[in-house]
């Protein structure tokens, strides 16, 4: 029962994230892309979390943690960047 | 194996995983980058946050790392919608055609004003 509600869940998370990519192409300009590189990551990363509860090994989450720092640095960097600040 | 609590934990991961795919529909439908932003990163913190509290009740002999990984995304992620805000206005990003009020430009323009006095005074 747990597994199947949580299957659902990731199911539906894959949908989210291939919504996301559909911004991330289409994008006009490039903080869209930005924009949808950031929810794409943040999303991702539940589903990370959700892949280490059905394959119940703790490493994963730090995998997800450091995939989320990355995404972090990734998004400031590049705002920057395009501020013309860096 | 299918406690209770696990059954609680697992609809709070599911509804964890509604609200990751409103954002993601939001980003998808809204005519602004500022809209977009606004549907996307707030829906996804607060479906990121639902889903780990699922994951933690249904398994807590991971609170540690779960817990880090919550505040983490509670502290890293408005502050990156914040600073790519701020540059999507700093370059110019066009706004949709039904904004009604732009109070940072108004601020903008009061403040060059008040500037402009100031150095005709001191001339």
Same mark, same amino acid.
């Given at each position: ?86 | 194996?299918?406690?209770? *609590?696990?059954?609680? #934990? ?15 529909? #939001?980003?998808?439908?809204?005519? @602004? ?57 700093? *370059? ?8 009604v009020t732009d109070k940072y430009k108004e ?7 008040? @500037?402009?006095?100031?150095? @005709?005074?001191? @001339?």
């Amino acid at each position: 029962m747990i597994n199947k509600i949580l299957f659902i869940a990731a199911i539906i998370m894959l949908l989210a994230i291939l919504l996301t990519l559909y911004r991330f192409i289409k994008g006009p300009s490039a903080a869209d892309r930005l924009v949808a590189f950031d929810v794409m990551t943040v999303s991702s990363l539940a589903l990370i979390a959700l892949i280490a509860n059905f394959s119940s090994r703790v490493i994963y989450i730090d995998v997800a943690l450091v995939y989320g720092l990355l995404s972090f640095l990734g998004v400031i960097i590049v705002s920057r960047y395009l501020e013309r600040g860096l | 194996m299918d406690s209770t *609590i696990g059954i609680i #934990g697992a609809i709070l991961t599911l509804s964890g995983s509604i609200f990751i795919f409103l954002g993601a529909l #939001g980003l998808v439908r809204m005519p @602004d980058l500022f809209n977009r932003i606004q549907a996307g990163t707030k829906a996804s913190t607060l479906g990121t946050f639902l889903s780990l509290i699922g994951l933690l009740i249904i398994t807590p002999q991971w609170w540690g790392k779960l817990i880090l990984l919550m505040i983490f995304i509670l502290i890293t992620n408005p502050v990156s919608s914040h600073i790519l805000a701020r540059a999507a206005h700093f *370059i110019g990003v066009p706004l949709a055609d039904k904004t009604v009020t732009d109070k940072y430009k108004e601020e903008e323009k009061t403040f060059s004003i008040k @500037d402009e006095i100031k150095n @005709d005074t001191h @001339d």
